[in-house]
């Protein structure tokens, strides 16, 4: 074969895949509207730890957006990140890899927010 005969095979083979993960991506949402119209003909297919992942998220973001009395701003970030931390580690047990990616972001900005809370009580 020659050099061009690689590169429209190689451009033929990522058109697939591309192709193969837009389709994907279609039927699992199509798949989350049918669940949603007639939730009791599904039964859930996450796994428990995914189950669980999503539970420590959840509670996370309610930290976040209550208001702690005792610790004050610090602490609600600390809490915050250590559950999302916990959550992204089960993301990747049950191998939902865009759940922990997403969770993993959620913790960097959790963490940033938290160095500034810092920043600002220390002046």
Same mark, same amino acid.
Not at 42 to 67: H, I, N, Q
């Given at each position: 074969?020659?050099? +061009?005969?690689?590169l429209?095979?190689?451009?033929?083979?990522?058109?697939?895949?591309?192709? +193969?993960i837009?389709?994907?991506t /279609?039927?699992?949402?199509?798949? *989350?509207?049918?669940?949603?119209?007639h939730?009791?003909? %599904?039964?859930?297919? /996450? +796994?428990?730890?995914?189950?669980?992942a999503m539970?420590?998220?959840a509670?996370?973001? /309610?930290?976040?957006?209550?208001? +702690? %009395?005792l610790?004050?701003m610090?602490?609600?970030y *600390?809490?915050?990140?250590?559950?999302?931390?916990s959550?992204?580690?089960?993301?990747?047990?049950?191998k939902?890899?865009?759940?922990?990616?997403d969770?993993?972001?959620?913790?960097?900005?959790?963490?940033?927010?938290?160095?500034?809370?810092?920043a600002?009580? /220390?002046?």
């Amino acid at each position: 074969m020659m050099r +061009s005969d690689h590169l429209i095979l190689a451009g033929v083979v990522a058109a697939g895949a591309a192709a +193969s993960i837009l389709y994907t991506t /279609r039927e699992k949402k199509l798949k *989350d509207a049918t669940m949603m119209a007639h939730p009791g003909n %599904f039964k859930d297919e /996450r +796994s428990p730890k995914e189950t669980l992942a999503m539970a420590l998220v959840a509670k996370a973001d /309610r930290k976040l957006k209550g208001y +702690s %009395f005792l610790g004050g701003m610090g602490a609600k970030y *600390d809490d915050a990140a250590e559950l999302l931390e916990s959550a992204g580690n089960n993301f990747k047990l049950a191998k939902a890899w865009k759940e922990a990616g997403d969770t993993y972001l959620k913790l960097a900005e959790v963490h940033v927010k938290q160095m500034r809370c810092v920043a600002c009580t /220390r002046q």
